[in-house]
């Protein structure tokens, strides 16, 4: 990230841009940094100026405590603000659920595409939630960074033996450093439960997507963002899980920002 800029509390937020037009930023999910999204800037800054940025406690981005999800909204309204005064938003996983909050908050926002966010779409996925909130606030409370890692992959669905897998790996340690940010996702999140009053005022078009091989409940989630907020479309992308290509997921972007 090349270039910073300071939100209302004196956080430093790194970012950088590429291409012309109108802005696109680009918000991350959980356990990622904006070098995650990287890869689907490049396609759509043929169209957009697109914005990546490391979302505060990751990448090259400041952290001031206490953490508060209203601090992640004024990091994009300070971002918005630098690069022009009105932005689309695209976030994924729990990003889409700030994106959201973000446009309901008010900011200049033209639309909003999320991908994959992931609202719980039972009592016991809640209860799930619930569990995973109150292990992953002893585990960071007591400076368990990897046990915090591995409570979010288990979130995920991942199995004991790919998260054995996960912690040999050389990528660990760069997951161990970012873990404390897994609580401002959770945050994020609220309950885990679909915000239906939030998303009820959203005032601008939202394009809500989710691959067709990812499990039942995130295309259930997903249809019901578009279904809640006032404007809402849902789109379903062959062949793709959480982990979306960014050629294929650019185009369906693109067709929608630019309307």
């Known amino acids: 990230m090349d270039k910073n800029i300071v939100s209302r509390d004196g956080t430093r937020i790194a970012h950088e841009s590429a291409g012309r037009g109108s802005v696109v930023v680009l918000v991350s999910g959980a356990m990622s940094t904006g070098a995650t999204v990287a890869p689907l800037a490049a396609p759509l800054s043929e169209r957009f100026r697109v914005v990546v940025y490391d979302r505060r406690g990751r990448g090259a981005s400041g952290d001031t405590a206490p953490y508060a999800v209203e601090r992640e909204v004024e990091d994009l309204a300070a971002l918005i603000e630098a690069v022009g005064g009105q932005a689309s938003l ?14 309901a908050s008010g900011l200049p926002v033209r639309h909003v595409a999320v991908y994959e966010t992931p609202y719980a779409m039972s009592e016991e996925d809640l209860r799930e939630r619930a569990r995973y909130t109150e292990r992953l606030t002893e585990a960071l409370g007591e400076g368990r960074r990897g046990d915090a890692v591995e409570l979010f992959l288990r979130l995920t669905g991942l199995s004991e033996a790919v998260i054995e897998s996960a912690h040999q790996s050389p990528l660990w340690a760069g997951m161990e450093s970012i873990a404390p940010s897994l609580a401002h996702d959770d945050a994020v999140m609220g309950d885990g439960g679909v915000p239906v009053k939030l998303l009820a005022s959203v005032p601008v078009p939202v394009l809500s997507i989710a691959g067709d091989a990812s499990p039942a409940w995130m295309r259930e989630a997903a249809r019901t963002i578009a279904d809640t907020v006032p404007h809402g479309t849902c789109r379903t992308l062959a062949g793709q899980t959480h982990m979306v290509e960014p050629d294929v997921l650019a185009p369906v972007l693109a067709e929608f920002f630019a309307r």
Not at 90 to 103: D, H, K, P
């Open 90 to 103: 695209y976030g994924v996983s729990s990003g889409g659920a700030l994106a959201l909050r973000a446009a």
